[in-house]
């Protein structure tokens, strides 16, 4: 304007950076102020992935770990990245915490708002596991049940560590040859046996002679 010395009827504005287009503010004869956003631009090159993670798992986890990410609806397609941050807190309702886990993005395919999946390969040491389904979350407590007689469950209770896959680490409460009921949620059928069990801390007796000999 200062050049032109006149109103120019339209002005050309540049973005200082390059990138995409996330949100457009700006609309035709609307007054525009220094402060207003006309337009919020985002370089999709590198994105970042967050990541939940099990509350037993944040300890396994470091900054640096590579993660291999793959898409629900394109298995084919993968992509590389680290872990660059660990957030502090844990969600005190569903018992997880985040990480950020940053993704070169050079083919532009991956955008805001994706869903992905996130594995993390590390080493673990020799552990107890059992089988994900066999382990009953009461919300306050976990149990699996082992067989303690003929037709006879026992609720016990167990302090869980990383989740691997299809398996749960056992940190405490179980040994090693204990039988444990795999699919323990079949039980539920059976309510007021099973909350009888827990609240007293007695065997269960299995509802149906099929779920005995599972």
Do not use: C
């Not at 002005?11 to 609307?30: C, E, L, M, N, Y």
């Not at 066999?134 to 026992?154: H, M, P, S, Y």
């Amino acid at each position: 304007l200062r050049a032109a010395k006149s109103v120019l009827q339209t002005v050309t504005f540049f973005a200082p950076v390059d990138g995409v287009v996330i949100r457009k503010s700006a609309v035709q004869g609307a007054y525009v102020t220094p402060q207003a956003e006309l337009y919020y631009l985002a370089d999709l090159s590198a994105v970042w992935l967050l990541v939940t993670l099990y509350e037993a798992d944040v300890s396994l986890i470091n900054v640096g770990d590579s993660v291999t990410v793959s898409l629900p609806y394109d298995p084919a397609r993968h992509y590389v990245g680290e872990i660059s941050y660990i957030y502090p807190e844990i969600d005190t309702q569903t018992r997880t915490a985040k990480a950020r886990v940053e993704i070169v993005n050079s083919d532009g395919f991956l955008r805001p708002g994706m869903f992905a999946n996130a594995e993390i390969a590390k080493e673990l040491p020799d552990m107890l596991v059992v089988s994900a389904d066999a382990v009953l979350d009461t919300g306050q407590r976990k149990l699996v049940f082992i067989k303690g007689g003929e037709n006879e469950l026992v609720p016990q209770e167990v302090e869980l560590g990383p989740r691997v896959r299809d398996k749960i680490t056992i940190l405490s409460g179980l040994k090693e040859r204990d039988a444990v009921v795999v699919g323990a949620t079949f039980l539920i059928d059976a309510e007021s046996r099973l909350q009888a069990a827990l609240r007293k801390g007695k065997a269960a007796t299995p509802g149906h002679g099929e779920h005995g000999q599972q």
